[in-house]
């Protein structure tokens, strides 16, 4: 159904497009834990950004660029599409299609979501036409038609500035009916109940750990201190790795001597130049020439809390028995 509140200024009180594919841990950008705080107020995302004012640009020019190539009729709709069961489900819709003989009365032939995409991320697209898209972005268009429960999707993603190229998602029953399990699943056990999905990067533990108890101890168990031995065996062997490539390094600058180029065949293989000169602010000279003002322009940084690994004693690796997760043996 369509509702006319405008939930962009406040993304707390709904799932939408663009968290879909974040909460399966199919987004590139955004975690399920990053979501999880937004949803429950724990961070604020601005709302207008210079990112997101050229998206609001970007997606007029590609919308126009779709319609001229297609000659649909295109409209922005200014209500958000809610579900009528999930109240907190909900999508903004960049544009609905109508046949070009339609003014806009009847009802839409299909749906258009307009993306812009870097010309280096090509190989992570298909055929023209097809549903072959990253990730996240098949699911955010699912995610549309399952709440718009109309049968198509066309996404019209602009690479660079030179290339326009279409595809076409159709709907599929079985795969919304996953993303609405999913979605309900986050909003009544995550959201509302206040417990965060499990981490899953470094950054992740860092936001939601961020604050210590200064003095606090807790013991490891065995299958811990195997773990932290099981680092230790791979930080020598990457230090062997390491070695070995700088050996390899050695031996190219060897047979480049004064050489800025080594090439095979006219096929240029490394090159051994300067940089161009670059500067950089001589803070200590500053400090130690104008004190006075040095002391003014000091700000704290509050930095992330560091994990340090410590070499265990050989008596605790060879009295630990557990073995290792499948994933790190």
Known sequence: MLINQDFTQDR??????????????????????????????????????????????????????????????????AEHFVHSKYPFLAAHIDRLAFA???????????????????????????????????????????????????????LAVLFGNSELKIYQIHKDRELEATLLKQAIDFWENHVQKEIAPQPQTNSDYQTLFQKEVVGKKIEASEQTVKLIAHVHELNKQINAKEEALSQIKRRLMEQMGDAQELIYHGSLLATWKKPKTSYRFDSKGFAKDHSDLFSLYQMPISNSRRLLIKEPSMQIITTSTPVLPKELS
């Not at 999880?36 to 207008?48: P, Y």
Request: glycine fraction near 8%; proline fraction near 5%.
């Open 12 to 77: 707390t009180k709904y799932i939408g497009g663009s968290d879909i594919g974040a909460i399966l841990g199919v987004s590139k950008y955004r975690t399920p834990l990053e979501v999880w705080l937004e949803k429950t107020g724990k961070v604020k995302n601005e709302v207008d950004t210079l990112p997101l004012r050229f998206g609001s640009f970007a997606e007029e020019f590609v919308a126009t660029e779709y319609a001229q190539e297609t000659s649909y009729h295109l409209t922005h709709p």
């Open 100 to 154: 070009n003989n339609c003014n806009g009365s009847d009802k839409p032939s299909h749906l258009l979501e307009c993306k812009t995409a870097n010309p280096f991320t090509k190989s992570e697209w298909g055929e023209v036409g097809t549903d072959e898209v990253p990730m996240s972005y098949l699911a955010q268009c699912h995610w549309y038609l399952l709440l718009t429960n109309l049968e198509r999707c066309d």
